[in-house]
């Protein structure tokens, strides 16, 4: 998939954000891209936040799926560094406008045997040097 720099600044918006997010992960789960674990990323510019980003599966709950959900594409096969290099740019993207985390999201998968998926992002402290 090869993501690095194809996450358009428009993502960044808290709706776009979310949407993006939702498709980044539905795309890497669907290309069996290991998403029970956690990440963390530091910025060495001051005006990001690092944060950590921890990804767990759900048991599923059909009736709470968007039959149709409305995401953006990406492209149809990703690797766990593709994902890296992804997820990194778009919380970048969404620092640059404004947006806060330490928050979570849960994505629904419309198929009854698909799990559905929690995304937390929280904001770590700066290393100290």
Known sequence: MSQANNIPAWAASPEEFERTLEALVSTARENEVELDRSWTFRHDEPEYDDVMVEITSLAPQPELADP??????????????????????????????????????????????????MVEISRLAKASC
């Open 68 to 117: 149709a959900p409305d995401q953006p594409s990406v492209a149809s096969s990703t690797t766990t560094s593709d994902f890296e290099v992804a997820l990194d740019e778009l919380l970048t993207k969404g620092q640059k406008a404004g947006m806060a985390f330490d928050r979570s999201w849960t994505f629904r998968d419309s198929n009854p045997d698909s799990n559905d998926t």
